[in-house]
């Protein structure tokens, strides 16, 4: 075909380059809290071509989030489940307040997407790779969406039924094979 770009694949130089995941939220943002954005920004480091498509509203939660996104270093030397046990304001205050070598381009790696119709929605969560759930409180409807339309649900499980919804959908779905125990678990299923 003379409309590729590039070289034919055996002309390359250097290894294929692996398509961009796109992962999803489609969570109300209530559900949302900064260690599991934090998470989602280090997974996101981790593949420098991934992105992430999450719901628009509230609008006015969008700038403090990409902030947050600007800000936020790879840097670290905690591992995720050590960062699991910091108070919520702690891991704000230790993103907003770091120095260094800031991950660059996060924040425009962060899409933000309207509501759509069921259908639509539907047929535009089947377009992503992978579902991220918030894990304090998890998908639940959500959840049962993204498992119909055939994306893995990343997930972990906690001690409220709020946190737990996501793994009893996929569960019952027998879908259990991106249930996770721990958020480095979380972390590796998802990468």
Not at 27 to 52: D, E
Not at 137 to 153: E, K
Request: proline content about 7%; charged content about 25%.
């Amino acid at each position: 075909d003379e409309r590729r770009s590039g070289p034919p694949e055996d002309q390359r130089i250097g290894p294929p380059q692996d398509p961009p995941a796109l992962f999803a939220n489609f969570n109300n943002l209530y559900k949302l809290s900064p260690s599991v954005f934090a998470l989602w920004l280090s997974i996101l480091a981790q593949l420098p071509r991934a992105r992430i498509a999450m719901l628009s509203l509230p609008e006015d939660a969008q700038p403090h989030l990409r902030r947050f996104a600007s800000v936020f270093s790879q840097g670290g030397d905690k591992t995720p489940d050590e960062e699991e046990e910091e108070e919520e304001e702690d891991v704000v205050q230790d993103v907003t307040h770091r120095g260094g070598s800031l991950s660059a381009g996060l924040a425009e790696r962060v899409e933000f997407v309207e509501m759509m119709p069921r259908e639509q929605h539907l047929e535009r969560a089947a377009l992503t790779d992978a579902f991220l759930d918030t894990l304090l409180v998890n998908a639940h409807t959500t959840a049962m969406d993204m498992t119909w339309a055939g994306v893995p649900v990343v997930t972990r499980p906690h001690v409220r039924f709020s946190s737990r919804v996501a793994a009893s959908v996929l569960t019952a779905a027998a879908c259990t094979h991106s249930l996770s125990r721990t958020r480095r678990d979380y972390v590796a299923t998802a990468l």
